[in-house]
Structures are given as C-alpha cells and as structure tokens.
C-alpha cells in the first residue's frame, strides 16, 4: 500500500504564506514526478506545480514568482511554498505522486486526501 499524506494547509490573509508538505509512505521502490493540484468549489483540478526526481519544474503561470515547489528524495517529500497569496489561490490542494511499488510493478499516479487552503481576510 501506498499513502500521500498532505499538511500545512489553513486560513491564511491576502498576501500571506503557507507551506504544504506531503510525504509518501508505504511499499515504494521509486518516485518519478511529484506535484501539486488545486481544485476551487465548481471548478475542475488544475495543476499547480510538478517537480521531477531530477529537479526539472513545471509551473501554472498565474502561481510564477509565487510558489516554489521543492522535493526531498531521501524522505519521499514534496512541498510548495505558496507566497503573496491571493482569494484566487482559495481551493482544496491535492498532492500527486509517481510510484512503482516494487521492481516489477509499473509506476502508477497516487493522490494524497487533499488539503483546504482559503485566502480571506
């Protein structure tokens, strides 16, 4: 089995900080890309932000010089710093994994439970 396990989520003022971390456990054998996903109520997943293992980033352009998504490969963790925040940035953010649980197994998406972030003064 494997778990994406999300925190650091919260209510947070217009122009504030937060850092999401989310750590996978479990029967893991390798993590290709790591990244997080937000959905606001009636609006579909967007990505925010992927990490390659090798370190190569992919960003949605409205979160540039904004967030920075890191990775630590030695404790299967990703995290995104999210500065300068805005009402817009109000959803529930997923964090998304490629995993192969052994040698053998093809690598497959895991998704994490989910995590509320709101933007409000």
């Known amino acids: 089995q494997v778990q994406l396990v999300e925190s650091g989520g919260g209510l947070v003022q217009p122009g504030g900080s937060l850092r999401l971390s989310c750590a996978a456990s479990g029967r893991i054998f390798s993590i290709g890309a790591m990244g997080w996903y937000r959905q606001a109520p009636g609006k579909q997943r967007e990505l925010v932000a992927t990490i390659t293992r090798g370190g190569t980033i992919n960003r949605q352009d409205s979160v540039k010089g904004r967030f920075t998504i890191s990775r630590d490969n030695a404790n299967n963790t990703v995290y995104l710093l999210m500065n300068m925040l805005k009402p817009e940035d109000t959803a529930v953010y997923y964090c998304?994994?490629?995993?192969?649980?052994?040698?053998?197994?093809?690598?497959?998406?895991?998704w994490g439970q989910g995590t509320q972030v709101t933007v409000s003064s």
């Open positions: 998304k994994a490629l995993i192969a649980q052994t040698m053998s197994h093809m690598e497959r998406d895991y």
